[in-house]
């Protein structure tokens, strides 16, 4: 299981989450450093891709340089706070497509109602990244890398802002081959299945509702 976790302990990353979690941070800055922070781990998330060499010419000399091997790839956003991740994970790579899946964690029995879903039609062809800051209970994370292991992507990696220990058990037992990149392991939840310490509702902090 450890192996399957990757934590970004990156400063930069440190430094923003510390502004997030702060209860007086409002959703305009919130949303700005959701977006930073899922820049930086999309940095990190994308180490692992292939290159090939290709001939260029320069304005001084013709030379050989790398470019990604082909591999295509498709981010999906867990609606609604995982659409705070997209913008930035574009920005990094213009060419990926985007699916969605919607899903909202049930106020009193905290498991996850499937309402919608849009998946891109090549998905096989494709390694996916899920998004979501938060992986709580992990019964989101498991029920949207269900159905969209359903359509056989290349590949999966699920990237969050925090984890909690029971979300990270839950999730790395159901998908033993998701890889998982957060920026920090949290110490658990409350009673209402929150994070803590956490950053509180990361959909309604992202969107300003409540
Ligand atoms: C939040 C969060 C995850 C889920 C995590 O969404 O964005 O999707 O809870 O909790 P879990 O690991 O216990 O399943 P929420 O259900 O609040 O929906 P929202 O994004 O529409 O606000
Ligand atoms: N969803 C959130 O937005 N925050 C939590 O702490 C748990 C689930």
């Known amino acids: 299981m450890e192996n399957q976790v990757t934590v970004f302990d990156h400063p930069l990353i440190q430094h923003k989450l510390t502004f997030m979690r702060d209860k007086n941070t409002g959703s305009k800055l919130f949303r700005e450093l959701v977006s930073e922070v899922s820049m930086l781990m999309c940095y990190e998330a ?7 060499e290709v001939e260029i010419e320069t304005p001084m000399a013709s030379t050989t340089s790398k470019v990604i091997a082909g591999r295509k790839l498709a981010f999906v956003p867990i609606l609604r706070a995982g659409c705070g991740m997209l913008d930035a994970m574009l920005s990094m790579v213009p060419a990926a497509k985007v699916g969605h ?4 964690r049930d106020e009193t029995t905290h498991q996850p109602v499937e309402y919608y879903k849009k998946l891109p039609s090549d998905i096989s ?3 996916v990244f899920v998004l979501d800051p938060m992986l ?7 029920d949207a890398i269900s159905i969209i292991k359903q359509s056989k992507p290349r590949s999966i990696k699920f990237l969050c802002i925090l984890a909690a220990p029971e979300g990270i058990r839950a999730l790395t037992s159901a998908h033993p081959d998701v890889q998982v990149y957060c920026a920090a392991k949290d110490e658990g939840l409350d009673k209402n299945c929150y994070i803590l310490p956490g950053l509180g509702d990361a959909g309604d902090r992202i969107f300003g509702t409540k």
Do not use: N, Q
């Open 46 to 52: 994308t180490r692992d891709l292939p290159l090939k």
């Open 125 to 127: 062809e494709r390694d």
């Open 101 to 104: 899946i919607g899903l909202y």
């Open 136 to 142: 709580a209970t992990g019964g989101s994370a498991v």
